[in-house]
């Protein structure tokens, strides 16, 4: 907090911030000054005038929203003389406005209107002419309608598009009384608008108003606004949900809670009807005779204790497993791995970490102690140096990226480094386009930049790193051949970038990566994150504000999925299961002999499907997963399936892998949740229930107790969400002073160990999470794929996310909002390439790999590098996983998605 000066605004004495927002801090002081173009998110535009105040000094009046405060400041607010101004501006402003209002909407200018007594006409001094002046209608965009007619040139809009949202899509067309708000050149469809919905939020008039159910909403008559977490990536975003007649009929940004501030992206604020699709699973289902009929809760359960038991009693734990789910809450997947372990008695349980961020959790542990990211999203708006690897964030993390991109207008340098152009890269002072599966030289070869021009931290290596100065000669030594001429030749970036961005990075105050799927999804995954550690380290960018190391989740809950103990290898809080003292703390807190529990590692979830496959693996209880587009080598995986003795689906949706199953249970969705989800950056986030669920479906910790109970097992008697937070927070160290109470308004970041204990922002201040409490340095090797382009597959498919489809788009795909925007599976070839093969864009083509095809619509494209391709993976039409191989990276087992060699056939 800065320095503080005594003001006074209407006679009353305030303190406040000295240079802050006069109007801010009059509002802030329960002074309602009233003002339309003023948003404490965005600069001040003084536009509307209506905060017109009165300053002791100053000649007139002048409007408090572009006025900095001062010691001794006298501030008239309200008088008669300010509030007669007042009403002739709004007075005028109606004269050009459209009055027309549906409750679909919040309207300020109304609510101003009301007050100042000018809802009738009669009383107004100036006449109506906004028909006259012939205001256009923009109604192209999937998400939202223009009406100039309701426009009054606040510049709200424009504002949060650029200081906000970081886009810049909108500006004013024409001048004077005739100018509207225009999206890009010509219309908002024609636009580069992504469907944010930013300005939908901030506009005060209704000028831009959303499409989806605007026929159903009335703002009076809303039954309740719930406040949760969204279910898409791992940002972890606040949201306001208004519910009608039991359904939500609106998802807002929630106001100035952390991690997002109000700010949503394209799903978190238009992605919310899967909830109550036609879709939605509904009553239990047993397979007979090839086909699924309804059945009811008691049939299915006892069906599943029998079979699972049979297993148990012929076959050994050993022939049981279970996939966990990132998209459920930490409640639903604390029970479940309890389950595993306590009915299953054994360790297969796993989720979808370990196809996406598995190796940078595997290398974090190994080298600092903590596999989560070690910053807050907050840090990218101070960093000096901003370096994103592997991670498109400005489509998988949008909200993450508005933060990068206000570090990039603070001064930072942006540097990117990904094989495909991704939209960050417009934004960037420096692209590197490394060949796929290179990254490990061009690490090393930064390395060897930053050793040779001395720009090694060696008082931090020294100090917070094993070995010091001794083990870093090891590093130095590998990375001596690794120079910029040897990396180009290897990586294809040329040698005066590769300079460039590792003086750029090693010279910043303040360094923060933000790495990604890119860089963790390959058989060398584990390898290229040592890498990027071993720069950090030799940098000393860790353990320090505003420096780190930042991999962002995938999905909503990867994070605390994996905190809670959905892991082959580790209990709550990544405590190893071979770790007896620990099996013994476990075994008394859940109140079993600690002979029950296993200390040898489970299979991993390739693993678990290679089991099957073989034979090993008898029975599966899979929650909301869908292998059967999300693993690799799907051929392989299907007949793993069909090679099952008995499966348990428990989802929403039938998916690609429900037809599978003997038996399905309905489960619930986020909206009809209560829980906790744990963001990117260690945040325990509140989930809250807002809707009831359709039909018979459970919620998800209730269906596992019962399926335990009937095996004649007991994993633990609760009331209610809360009592099974509290027992996480018994069982993991790091949540020990979290509670479903504390974060009643807003999340606490672990490691929180005590109830006093405030959450920790910046991880490793003062020691690293290892026995030693230093970090170490793991050199290692740039290794060439196994798998090569030949003349028979001569290109290289990378997959990866695109901004409007999710995951398996088994939510986000039953979304109309979201499908207007993409909903159509297609590959990336580059135009030398198209011109070589003689391929045209749009065209159907077949992509055949050593494991199988797929049939797609071509796009031609820059984007690419020659002889790559890259595929969204989220067309269960295109399944990219039909072409992948299940080749596993040594030590985090994790599939190589990204490096894929191919060929392509026109259709």
Aim: overall charge negative; hydrophobic content about 35%; aromatic content about 8%.
């Amino acid at each position: 907090m800065g320095k503080q000066v005594s003001i006074k605004i209407d006679g009353r004495t305030i303190t406040a911030e000295k240079g802050s927002n006069l109007l801010a801090v009059a509002r802030a002081n329960g002074i309602d000054i009233p003002g339309l173009c003023y948003h404490e998110k965005l600069s001040p535009t003084g536009a509307c005038r209506l905060c017109l105040c009165k300053i002791e000094g100053m000649r007139g009046m002048v409007a408090s929203c572009a006025v900095r405060v001062k010691e001794g400041m006298e501030v008239t607010a309200f008088d008669e003389e300010i509030e007669q101004a007042r009403k002739f501006l709004l007075d005028y402003l109606l004269s050009e406005h459209n009055e027309g209002y549906d409750a679909s909407y919040e309207d300020e200018f109304r609510e101003l209107k009301i007050k100042y007594g000018l809802d009738d006409p009669s009383t107004r001094q100036f006449s109506s002419i906004w028909k006259e002046l012939g205001y256009p209608v923009d109604d192209t965009s999937p998400i939202l309608t223009y009406d100039a007619s309701k426009c009054i040139k606040c510049f709200r809009c424009i504002k949060a598009c650029d200081e906000v949202q970081g886009k810049n899509v909108l500006s004013f067309a024409n001048r004077g009384l005739t100018s509207y708000i225009i999206a890009g050149f010509d219309n908002w469809k024609g636009s580069e608008c992504d469907g944010c919905g930013e300005c939908i939020q901030l506009c005060p008039t209704g000028a831009i108003v959303e499409k989806p159910h605007r026929q159903e909403i009335n703002l009076e008559k809303i039954d309740r606004k719930v406040i949760t977490t969204c279910p898409y990536c791992g940002v972890g975003c606040q949201l306001e949900l208004l519910v009608s007649n039991g359904r939500i009929v609106r998802s807002n940004g929630a106001k100035s809670l952390p991690p997002n501030d109000g700010r949503l992206c394209v799903k978190g604020r238009f992605g919310y009807d899967f909830v109550h699709s036609d879709d939605r699973l509904t009553t239990p289902l047993i397979k007979r005779n090839g086909k699924f009929e309804q059945v009811s809760w008691d049939e299915a359960l006892d069906l599943i204790a029998e079979k699972f038991s049979g297993i148990l009693a012929e076959h050994g734990s050993d022939a049981l497993a279970g996939y966990s789910s990132a998209k459920c809450t930490n409640e639903d997947n604390y029970l479940f791995q309890k389950f595993i372990r306590l009915v299953f008695g054994n360790n297969n349980v796993d989720y979808c970490t370990r196809l996406c961020h598995a190796s940078t959790v595997v290398a974090m542990l190994r080298s600092i102690g903590d596999g989560a990211g070690s910053n807050s999203i907050e840090d990218y708006v101070t960093a000096d140096c901003i370096l994103v690897t592997g991670n498109n964030m400005i489509d998988t993390h949008p909200v993450t990226a508005t933060f990068a991109k206000q570090g990039k207008k603070n001064g930072a340098r942006l540097v990117v480094i990904d094989p495909k152009w991704t939209p960050l890269v417009i934004h960037a002072d420096l692209w590197l386009q490394p060949a796929l599966g290179t990254d490990v030289a061009l690490l090393n070869g930064m390395m060897h930049v930053i050793i040779r021009q001395g720009l090694v931290n060696e008082e931090f290596l020294e100090n917070r790193v094993e070995g010091g100065m001794e083990s870093f000669r090891e590093l130095k030594l590998l990375t001596d051949k690794y120079t910029p001429e040897k990396t180009q030749e290897i990586t294809r970036v040329p040698a005066g970038d590769i300079i460039k961005a590792a003086v750029w990075f090693a010279e910043a105050k303040r360094s923060i990566v933000a790495t990604g799927m890119g860089l963790s999804q390959q058989v060398t995954g584990t390898n290229n994150v040592f890498s990027l550690l071993n720069m950090l380290l030799i940098t000393g960018h860790l353990g320090k504000e505003g420096s780190g190391i930042n991999p962002p989740r995938g999905q909503n809950n990867v994070q605390g999925a994996s905190d809670v103990g959905t892991s082959p290898f580790t209990y709550p809080g990544y405590i190893p299961v071979d770790d007896d003292a620990n099996r013994k703390r476990v075994a008394e807190i859940w109140g079993v002999p600690y002979e029950s529990l296993s200390g040898e590692k489970g299979l991993t979830t390739v693993e678990i499907m290679q089991a099957a496959h073989s034979g090993k693996i008898k029975g599966m209880y899979i929650m909301g997963e869908n292998p059967m587009l999300t693993d690799p080598n799907l051929n392989h995986a299907e007949e793993a399936f069909n090679n099952l003795d008995f499966l348990v689906i428990q989802d929403i949706f039938h998916t690609e892998t429900t037809p599978f199953a003997d038996v399905i249970l309905p489960a619930t969705a986020f909206a009809e949740k209560n829980g906790t989800f744990v963001n990117s950056d260690r945040r325990v986030l509140r989930v809250r229930k807002a809707v009831e669920p359709p039909g018979e479906a459970r919620q998800d910790w209730e269906i596992i107790l019962e399926i335990a109970r009937r095996m004649g097992k007991s994993i633990g008697d609760y009331a209610d969400e809360a009592g099974i937070f509290d027992e996480i927070a018994a069982a993991t160290p790091m949540m020990a002073g979290i509670s479903h109470a504390r974060i009643e308004e807003k999340g606490i970041q672990w490691p929180c160990f005590t109830k006093e204990h405030p959450g920790t922002p910046t991880m490793f201040l003062e020691r690293f999470n290892t026995p030693s409490g230093k970090a170490k340095l793991n050199p290692v090797e740039y290794i060439e794929q196994k798998e090569q382009p030949d003349d028979e597959y001569p290109f290289i498919l990378n997959s990866g996310r695109i901004l409007y489809q999710y995951h398996t788009a088994t939510m986000s795909r039953r979304n109309k909002s979201l499908n207007d925007f993409a909903n159509e599976a297609y590959v990336l070839m580059h135009p030398d390439d198209a011109g070589k093969f003689d391929f045209t864009e749009g065209s159907g083509v077949r992509l055949t790999s050593r494991r199988g095809e797929l049939s797609t619509i071509l796009r031609i494209s820059s984007e690419v590098s020659p002889g790559e391709l890259f595929m969204p993976f989220h067309y269960s039409e295109s399944a990219v996983n039909r072409l992948t191989r299940d080749e596993l990276d040594p030590h985090s087992k994790i599939p190589a998605f990204k490096y894929t060699a191919c060929r392509v056939e026109s259709l």
